[in-house]
Nanobody, 121 residues
C-alpha cells in the first residue's frame, strides 16, 4: 500500500506562518496529482490547493496569495507553505495523493492522517 505521513502543524498567532509536509512511502509505481484539504470543526472537508504531475498549481479563493503548494518528486513529498495565517484557517489539514500501483489499473486515492493547524486571534 501507500502511506502518507504529515507533519508541520501547530499553534500560531494570526499573521504567522507554517509549513506542512506530506511524505509518501510504500509500494507504488508513480505519483500523479497531489493536493491539500482541510476540515474545520463542524464543517465539511474542503479542497485547499492542488498540484499536478507537471507542477501546475491551483488554489481555493480563500487561500490565494497566502498559501503555496509545491512538490519534490525525488522525495515523493508535497508541501504547503502558509503565510499570513488567519483564525479561519484553523482546521485539520489532510494531504491527498493519486498514485499508480503495479497490477492495478488506473490511479488510486490515498489520504494522510491529518495535522492540526490552530491560528489564534
Amino acid at each position: 500500500q501507500v502511506q502518507l505521513v504529515e507533519s508541520g502543524g501547530g499553534l500560531v498567532q494570526a499573521g504567522g506562518a507554517l509549513r506542512l509536509s506530506c511524505a509518501a512511502s510504500g509500494s507504488f509505481v508513480s505519483i500523479n496529482a497531489m493536493a491539500w484539504y482541510r476540515q474545520a470543526p463542524g464543517k465539511q472537508r474542503e479542497w485547499v490547493a492542488g498540484i499536478g504531475s507537471g507542477g501546475t498549481t491551483n488554489y481555493a479563493d480563500s487561500v490565494k496569495g497566502r498559501f503555496t503548494i509545491s512538490r519534490d518528486n525525488a522525495k515523493n513529498t508535497v508541501y504547503l507553505q502558509m503565510i499570513n495565517l488567519k483564525p479561519e484557517d484553523t482546521a485539520v489539514y489532510y494531504c491527498n495523493v493519486a498514485a499508480r500501483r503495479t497490477y492495478v489499473s488506473g490511479l488510486l486515492d490515498y489520504w494522510g492522517q491529518g495535522t492540526q493547524v490552530t491560528v489564534s486571534s
